[in-house]
């Protein structure tokens, strides 16, 4: 009688050659497509290696800026010395031949990843048995390692496309309080806040923006108040990556800061009837926000560019949030500072490429709170593993509330400092703010008179 081990090892593994074929072939037929295949594909997920091979040229290809077409990928593989390994140019054109459309890129994409993911669990699954029956380790380890290889398929089936807040807006509401009207002297990105406006004309087309701060600081609620002005005031298209914090925390939170309702009473229900108006309100306006949001764990910076070009090129883009930068993944994940360096490089790349500013937020290093004079304001040097981030980036934003330390400050308990530790093309400074934090919301420290919509 065969055992398990034998069946498991005597059964091809399940694939799908002509699907391999279908998307290879209408990546070369329409070079749009590849953006679409990459959110979905990998390299691995091709069960054929000369398939798999030639895929990764186009990734090389498409991380270069080229163009990706039957003549470039060539080159590209026989640079690689793989050309004749994958059949060489004959091959590449009969994948065109076959292929006749780019229409059904998807559903061929689809059928290639489900083929891999079925892979990945037979691999699992059989390094489950065998480490099972050797029972080298206690069965609370080996349940922990199964659940965790079965939950990273798992997350990597279910990870979609960026989602527009309309669809997100079903149960929650609220009442929005315009922001300032747009000053005639800005040139770029309008954020709501005055002077920081000011002193840098909005964000400007193609710059590398980082919002960094200590936990705590409000670097979320920051980035957060700049989408919103930007979608509901200017009705710019917003592209917001979270990493942290679901899609559903995020309207959350846009949506308390829009109608100046208390989060933490949302949160829990319990806030007053009168609020119901702010929220049926603010619904309304956030609903018709141009604002997407991607909440798929643990992105690679390739992912991430595939994902930005697709929606500017199916929707427009005008800026891009990411939260946070320490949370995406580079291809070189043995060395972090190597791995910083990468996504950093590659989000100015990314800015630069699709001409809209690109705001990444980023943690800083504890060496904030060490300081012997207690000096607790962040500087350049604070930002956290690599020199690259200082480098890079066209504009640097600290974050710094004097209450996080116990500190007073002279504007009142609640001011927040942004200081502008770098500006290629501009000054430095403080601005003050106010800190709301019952709205998790900032505010301009001084707003002009004007006339609050009813409520």
């Known amino acids: 009688m065969a055992t398990l081990n034998d069946l498991l090892t005597s059964k091809i593994p ?54 990706v077409d039957l003549l470039t990928v060539s080159e590209e593989l026989r640079r690689r010395s793989e050309l004749e390994e994958v059949g060489g140019s004959a091959a590449l054109a009969g994948l065109v031949e076959e292929a006749a459309t780019a229409a059904h890129l998807l559903s061929y994409g689809g059928i290639v990843r489900e083929k891999a993911l079925l892979r990945d669990l037979i691999r699992i699954a059989t390094d489950i048995i065998g480490q099972s029956y050797e029972a080298r380790e206690e069965v609370d380890k080996l349940l922990d390692d199964a659940e965790r290889l079965i939950f990273q398929i798992s997350e990597r089936r279910m990870q979609g496309s960026a989602i527009p807040v309309r669809s997100i807006l079903k149960d929650t509401f609220e009442h929005i309080e315009r922001l300032y009207d747009r000053k005639e002297h800005i040139t770029g990105l309008a954020t709501g806040f005055a002077q920081l406006d000011e002193l840098t004309s909005g964000f400007q087309s193609s710059d590398f923006i980082i919002i960094a701060g200590r936990p705590s600081m409000g670097k979320t ?51 007053p009837q009168r609020d119901w108006m702010r929220l049926t309100n603010a619904a309304g306006r956030l609903a018709e926000a141009p604002i997407y949001i991607d909440d798929s764990p643990a992105l690679t910076v390739l992912e991430a560019r595939a994902k930005a070009r697709r929606l500017k090129a199916e929707h ?9 930068l320490q949370l995406m993944r580079g291809r070189n994940p043995e060395n972090r500072q190597q791995e910083i360096s990468e996504i950093s490089r590659s989000l100015k790349a990314l800015a630069k490429e699709l001409a809209v500013p690109v705001v990444a937020l980023s943690q800083l290093s504890r060496a904030v709170e060490a300081r012997q004079s207690k000096d607790y304001k962040p500087q350049l040097s604070d930002l956290r593993e690599s020199g690259a981030l200082e480098q890079d980036a066209d504009v640097i934003l600290f974050l710094y509330r004097p209450k996080v330390y116990g500190l007073q400050s002279d504007e009142g308990e609640n001011v927040a400092e942004v200081i502008i530790g770098k500006q290629r093309n501009g000054p430095t400074d403080t601005i003050k703010l106010t800190f709301k934090s019952e709205y998790a919301s900032f505010e301009n420290l001084a707003p002009p008179h004007r006339q609050l919509e009813p409520v």
Do not use: W
């Open 221 to 271: 609620a920051f980035a957060l108040n700049i989408a919103k002005y930007a979608g509901v005031e200017d009705h710019k298209r917003v592209l917001i990556m979270s990493l942290e914090m679901s899609k559903e925390q995020l309207v959350q939170r846009l949506l308390c800061s829009e109608a100046r309702v208390n989060s933490h009473e949302v949160r829990t229900g319990r806030f």
């Open 14 to 67: 399940p694939h799908s050659l002509e699907a391999e074929r279908a998307v290879l072939g209408a990546i070369l037929l329409e070079r749009d497509s590849l953006p679409k295949a990459i959110e979905l594909l990998r390299a691995p997920d091709f069960y054929k290696e000369g398939h798999r091979k030639i895929f990764d040229a186009m990734i090389g290809l498409f991380e270069r800026n080229e163009p």
């Open 316 to 324: 427009g883009l005008d800026l891009i949030v990411i939260d946070y």
